[in-house]
Structures are given as structure tokens and as C-alpha cells.
């Protein structure tokens, strides 16, 4: 296998990067708004004007952050004349539709802790690619070396450039057009009108009651229609500091660098005098991996042979092959994964062609493997969340299984083409609203009787639930009408029950109870005792 330094040849910076003096400070300035709508609208959740019908609010705030984000970077990048890389629109276009599928009724409510620090890292790597920051120039083998710049090494090696940039733009300011002997004047004017002012008041209020009232009534005024909103907007303000230095800290540091903070030739350079792993001791040891993957595939086939020999597989022992080993054979691959880099980084020489080749085939043969008992068990017991992320990340390793015996015969960028795949693909995951699909399985499967009951737990993780967010409202009420129209709800005890929806007792009439699925449909549930009796859907 040809040994390649790096995957991907190496992008010229510009040679000398102007430092634009009208720009920085009017950006600095800029930040402290988007950072304050980031902090209020996407890390608190606040909705304000954002809440439309089919729409997530947070996700609303989260696509329009994006492309003002996406500008903000645009204008930096063009002001310190910064050449983007190639794979630069990938990465915005993935957060772009990222952010999108965040903001409407369908994403991967189980992943969704997973969607959004994704959503995160693809800004982050949308100003590596769009001010060259990335240490090949391309995303490659050292994206995790990019990674921790971007979330790192940039943000926080220029995390007071925001208020060195104010501090000196205001100092520059104050000195050249108004001076500071008359700055401090003007200062001083006002904290001494204010002063008497405040005597003054204090005096008419006491002379007169009618101008005390006065006083008193807008005393009341500002404290119940500004004073509170005020010490809201001060309280998220001051916490939307550091997240706005960090923000600028990762634009200007990327922007105003003469190189990326980890560049891929000095990384190999210092990687030099590591590389004595001996070619002889990586023949040995994945050589003697291969061995053993092989034992463990002739034993598989023999018990295959078997089973398809006698009377086939039962019921348990179908399930059983399916759950056993399964995750145990992911980890295997990310472990042949993790000796195929040890190899890279740190052998004198590469494997041999053969050697190489069996190694990253048994890597392909393990995925395969897994999507086999991966089938057996959805075929058997239906459709889980947890079992469609599974199978997503199943097939990434087998395409990288792929891409890395191809890159043995020919010196393809694999690595850059895996996390293209590894991005692209996880984006789409979430834009397929596989949630209804494993909802609309497990009910269906009930209803059949193929599952003699129904599967609330996988309801529950798909956000078909009384409990989930706004953004689940549409799915909820599909899977309630369902339910209704099936009887689900007759005769089923009060606490199964609650396990899918919340309720409160209906003023009217202590014997119902009603759950609100969203703003135009009410579940209505008739009780006697702790049995439901009746169900009804109905509009609000």
C-alpha cells in the first residue's frame, strides 16, 4: 500500500493578511447582538416572534442565527481577502439544512442531542473551510486535529480580541472627535444632573401630594413594564458575553491567522521522529488479528451451515443471534479503524498490499455481518430508534470499510471522502422523519398482532408523546388518532395511560380528563375509577 503523508495537497494562505481597521470594530459591535439572540432564542429556548404554524421556534432561531452567522463570516473572510477552500459550500449547505430540519416537525427527536452538537461543529468547520483553517487545506486525516483548533485552540487563543478591539476602537474614538477632558466633563454633567434632579423631585413630592402620586405611578410604571425587563435583557446579556468572545474569538482568530493553528506539514514534521514501529510488528499484529477474525468467521459459517441444514432457526435462537455480538462487533471495527491509523501515524513503512487488503476485508465482512443480525432482530421484534441509529452508523463503517480497501490500490482521499459521507449522511438521516415512520411500524405491528402489545417505550423515544416539544405536535396527534380509532384507550388503566399523556381534570365534569396535543386538538378521556371507558379526539 503506497504510504501517503497527508490526504490532500496543501492550500497557499495569503501571503500577508491586511488587517481591515474600519471593519473589526463594527464587527465587534455586530457580535454582541448575535450573540445576545443566541443565548435568549437557542441556548434558553426563547420563542418570541419566531412561533409559527409547523414550526419549531427554537429551530426557527437556530436557521436564522445560521445565516446571519454564515454572512458574518462571509464579510470577515472578504475584508482579510482569506481564500476558501473548495468544500466550503458543502458545509454550509449541511448547516444550512441541518438547521432547517431542526426548525420544522420531523427530525430524529433521538438524536436530537446528537443533531445539535453537529449543528455546532459544522459552523465551526464552515469557518476552518471558508478562512482556510484546516490543516491540509481540505478536511482529511487530521480533521480531529481541526476539530479541537476550531472548538479550541481559535476561539479561546483570541477570546479578549472582541474587547481589546471595543476598548481601542472607543479609546480611539473618544480621543480623536470629542477629546477627553471633554469626555469627562460630559460625564460628569450628567451624573450631576441626575443628582439634582433626584433632589428635586424628592423636594416637590413632598410639597405636593398630587405630584408624590404622580411620582409613585411611574415609580410603578417603570418597575412593572422596564425594571423587569430590564434585569432580564442585564441577565441574559451578561451571560451572552463569553459566548459572543468565543464567536468572534473563532472568526477573528481564523480570519486574521497567517496559518492554520495545527498545519499539516509541521505536523508530519514533528511526527517524523515517532515513526520507529517497525513494519515487521504491524505484519504480526494484523496478521494475527486476521487469524482470529477468520477462526471466528469459520465458526459463524459452521453454525449457519447447521441451522440452515436441520430444521432452521427457531424464534429464540433467531433472537438470539441477532442480540449477541452485535454491538460487540462495532467496537471491533472502530478497532480496525484504530490500528489501520496507528499504522499510518506511527510505522516506518506501510503494510503490505495483501496484508493490508485481508485486513480491511474483514473489516467490510464485520459490517456485513452486524447488518445481517441487524435485520434478523428488526424483522423480528420492528423498527426502534435506537435500532435505525444503529444501522445508520452500521453502513458508515462498511463505506469506510470500503473506501479504505480501495485506498490500498489506489491513493483515493478516503479519509475526506468518510466524513463527507459521515456528514451528509447523518443530515439526511434527520430530514427522513424516520420518528413517524418507526411510530407508524410499531402501531401497525400492533394492530396486526405481529406485537401482542404495544410498544410504548419506542412511542415514547420517537416523541409521539403528550411530553415531547412542539416540534413533535403533528406526529402525536397522528399516533393518538390512531390509537383512538383502535380502541387502545378502553379499558386501559389510568397509569398506562400517563406513561404516553399527561392530562388535568376537566372542571365540568371530575370523570373526564383532558390532554392538550396541540393548539387545535384536545384528547378527551372518560373515566370510571382508574379505567378509561372512553376516548375522544376533538378539535380545541
Known amino acids: 500500500m503506497k504510504h501517503l503523508f497527508q490526504e490532500g495537497a496543501l492550500r497557499p494562505l495569503c501571503s500577508s493578511v491586511p488587517k481591515n481597521q474600519h471593519f473589526w470594530p463594527f464587527a465587534a459591535l455586530v457580535s454582541y447582538p448575535l450573540a445576545y439572540f443566541y443565548t435568549r432564542c437557542i441556548l434558553f429556548g426563547w420563542s418570541g416572534m419566531l412561533t409559527e404554524p409547523g414550526l419549531c421556534p427554537r429551530g426557527g432561531a437556530m436557521v436564522l442565527f445560521a445565516l446571519l452567522f454564515l454572512a458574518a463570516v462571509e464579510a470577515a473572510a472578504r475584508a482579510c481577502s482569506r481564500s476558501a477552500a473548495k468544500e466550503t459550500p458543502l458545509w454550509a449547505a449541511c448547516w444550512l439544512v441541518l438547521s432547517a430540519s431542526l426548525a420544522v416537525q420531523g427530525h430524529f427527536w433521538f438524536l436530537s442531542m446528537m443533531q445539535e452538537l453537529v449543528w455546532h461543529l459544522l459552523a465551526v468547520w464552515f469557518v476552518l473551510a471558508r478562512c482556510g483553517m484546516l490543516a491540509q487545506g481540505c478536511t482529511g486525516v487530521l480533521a480531529p486535529l481541526d ?54 423631585a424628592g423636594q416637590l413630592a413632598a410639597a405636593d401630594a398630587h405630584f408624590a402620586a404622580l411620582g409613585t405611578r411611574l415609580a410603578a410604571l417603570w418597575k412593572d413594564l422596564l425594571t423587569d425587563r430590564l434585569m432580564e435583557f442585564a441577565f441574559y446579556f451578561v451571560l451572552s458575553l463569553p459566548v459572543g468572545a468565543w464567536l468572534f474569538g473563532l472568526v477573528s482568530g481564523a480570519a486574521r491567522r497567517g496559518a492554520p493553528p495545527c498545519d499539516a506539514l509541521a505536523f508530519y514534521k514533528v511526527l517524523a521522529p515517532l515513526r520507529r514501529l517497525p513494519q515487521l510488528t504491524c505484519c504480526i499484529v494484523t496478521g494475527a488479528l486476521s487469524a482470529l477474525y477468520g477462526l471466528f468467521f469459520a465458526l459463524q459459517l459452521t453454525e449457519w451451515t447447521a441451522a440452515l441444514g436441520g430444521p432452521g432457526l427457531t424464534a429464540p435462537q433467531a433472537s438470539a443471534f441477532a442480540v449477541d455480538g452485535f454491538w460487540e462487533l462495532l467496537r471491533i471495527q472502530l478497532l480496525d479503524l484504530a490500528v489501520l491509523a496507528g499504522v499510518h501515524f506511527l510505522a516506518k513503512r506501510p503494510l503490505p498490499k495483501p496484508l493490508a487488503a485481508l485486513f480491511c476485508g474483514f473489516g467490510i465482512a464485520f459490517a456485513l455481518l452486524a447488518g445481517a443480525k441487524l435485520a434478523v432482530y428488526i424483522r423480528l421484534f420492528g423498527l426502534t430508534p435506537r435500532r435505525v441509529a444503529a444501522g445508520w452508523f452500521l453502513t458508515v463503517l462498511l463505506v469506510w470499510g470500503v473506501l479504505l480497501l480501495v485506498r490500498v490500490f489506489r491513493p483515493i482521499p478516503a479519509a475526506r471522502i468518510g466524513v463527507v459521507v459521515l456528514a451528509v449522511s447523518f443530515v439526511a438521516l434527520g430530514c427522513a422523519d424516520p420518528d413517524r415512520r418507526i411510530a407508524d411500524t410499531t402501531v401497525t405491528r400492533w394492530e396486526r398482532g405481529i406485537d401482542p402489545m404495544l410498544d410504548t417505550g419506542v412511542l415514547t423515544a420517537c416523541g409521539a408523546t403528550s411530553y415531547s416539544g412542539e416540534e413533535k405536535a403533528a406526529l402525536r396527534v397522528a399516533i393518538t388518532r390512531r390509537l383512538v380509532q383502535d380502541g387502545w384507550f378502553v379499558d386501559r388503566d389510568i397509569y398506562d395511560i400517563y406513561e404516553l399523556y399527561s392530562y388535568s381534570f376537566n ?20 373515566m370510571q375509577g382508574d379505567t378509561c371507558t372512553a376516548a375522544v379526539l376533538l378539535p380545541a
Open 147 to 200: 476539530a479541537l483548533a476550531g472548538c479550541f485552540t481559535l476561539p479561546f487563543g483570541s477570546f479578549f480580541a472582541r474587547l481589546r478591539t471595543v476598548f481601542a476602537a472607543t479609546c480611539s474614538l473618544a480621543g480623536r472627535r470629542i477629546g477627553a477632558r471633554k469626555w469627562l466633563a460630559t460625564l460628569g454633567t450628567l451624573m450631576l444632573t441626575v443628582a439634582l434632579c433626584s433632589i428635586a
Open 507 to 526: 372542571e365540568s365534569d371530575q370523570t373526564v380528563y383532558i390532554t392538550q396535543l396541540d393548539a387545535t386538538h384536545t384528547l378527551h378521556l372518560t
